[in-house]
């Protein structure tokens, strides 16, 4: 007899069939080997899919297919699983949850497959009618006065917590609540209080009548004003105003290439991150990347530009006081103006010096052009010299200076002049 219920037993153990009392999205599988209950749960999963599934959220509901959130039912899984049961921990539990129905007895949900990226596709339409930004807190201005105006926060749709619920329920033909979060603001008022004041404040001018170039200042104003950096926090120039591209408004106008002007998209946001760097250096906020043009810009002293390329050049600072810091940009007129404000208790005497400029002359490229005549010489560009300099901040305290530090060593290269002559003269 022992010989015999041993042999049941590894016969048992050994066999491919599903333990007793198992079944999947309610259909009955004991004793089926992998195939068969392939078999028998096909005509279920074929009918998942055909389904759409209810979504809901605020009192609405959506009817949507799962291939369009991309999901599908994820047989082959939920079959390894059933064939699992039974399977572990010692020989005699295994063989009472394979032997018994009453070992086991678990229904087991139909496995979904899913992808959380076209899972956030598939829920954005939905999303964009029931998720509410939130907004950040804010500083106001007025009277000499500085106020806080205080944050509100959002609703976001949870696409994790939605792919697990939709999981566990699209085999059922019943309404899945969607997963709505708080989106919490990044700041808020508390975040401001400690503000103040002004620490530092520079203005640049630029030709307004320049209508492209104005255009583009505008449009990166409106997305730099009203930027926070939290104590220890890196500021990103390119991450903050975002890319400079056609679709999102940005126009046509001059920009520096190898040192000479031509026609690129954004051109004129330059004069704002160098603007920014100014106020930057003037509030004492330390440097960490930072490039100069090819060539001299007329609205900066030489040393006190920075230049920027969206994914190429960056303009980055850290906030080094205790306290966040506040950037308001405006314009008035032809004025371009970047403030940066903060705790008083952390507002320093600032100077910038550059030292030790020196000019570098350009000089004269020749070149053939066999479609001028014979003699001819014209000048295709007029160069320019290049400077190098040296700029170095100051910061005092009580009038005395407490630290001196070189900020950057530039060389602006010269543009030098190209000058086309026609053929030689045989004589």
Known sequence: MVGSISGAVITTLRSDSIAAGVSVAGVDV????????RQRLSPIVKQIRARPITLSADGREWRVGLRDLGMSPDLDATIEKARAIGRGGNWAGR????????????????????DLSRLDRGLSD????????????????????????????GVKVDVGRCA???????????????????DKPDVTAADLRRIDGPLSSYTTRFPAWRANRTHNIHLAVRTLDGAVVKPGEVFSFNETV?????????????????????P?????????????????????????????????????????????????VDLKFRNTTAAPVYIAAGIKGNRLTVTIYGS?????????????????????????????????????????????????RTV????????????????????????AVGPRIDR
């Open 30 to 37: 004991s004793g089926l080997t992998m195939r068969e209950a």
């Open 95 to 114: 063989f009472i949850a394979r032997w018994f129905r009453g070992g086991s007895g678990k229904n087991l949900d139909i496995s979904i497959a899913f």
């Open 126 to 153: 939905i999303a964009r009618s029931v998720e509410r930004k939130h907004k950040d807190a804010k500083l106001r201005f007025a009277g000499g006065r500085i106020t806080v105006e205080p944050e509100q926060p």
């Open 164 to 182: 697990r619920d939709i999981s566990a329920l699209s085999w059922r033909d019943e309404p899945i609540e969607l997963g709505l979060v708080e």
């Open 242 to 262: 975002g890319p400079r591209l056609k679709k999102l408004g940005y126009l046509d106008a001059p920009v520096f290439r190898n040192g000479e002007l031509e």
């Open 264 to 312: 690129g998209t954004g051109g004129g946001v330059c004069q704002l991150s160098s603007t920014a760097y100014n106020a930057a250096l003037l509030a004492d906020l330390r440097i960490l990347r930072r490039s100069h043009h090819s060539g001299s810009v007329p609205y900066v002293p030489l040393g006190r530009d920075a230049t920027v390329a969206y994914g190429l």
């Open 344 to 392: 008083s208790a952390f507002k320093r005497e600032v100077v910038i010096t550059g030292v030790g400029a020196r000019r570098v002359p350009h000089g004269t490229i020749t070149y053939q052009d066999p479609s001028l005549p014979p003699g001819a010489r014209v000048v295709k560009r007029s160069g320019h010299s290049g400077f190098s300099i040296s700029t170095y």
């Open 396 to 419: 005092k305290e009580n009038g005395v200076a407490i630290r001196r530090e070189r900020i950057s060593h530039d060389v602006y290269r010269p543009l030098h002049t190209k000058v």
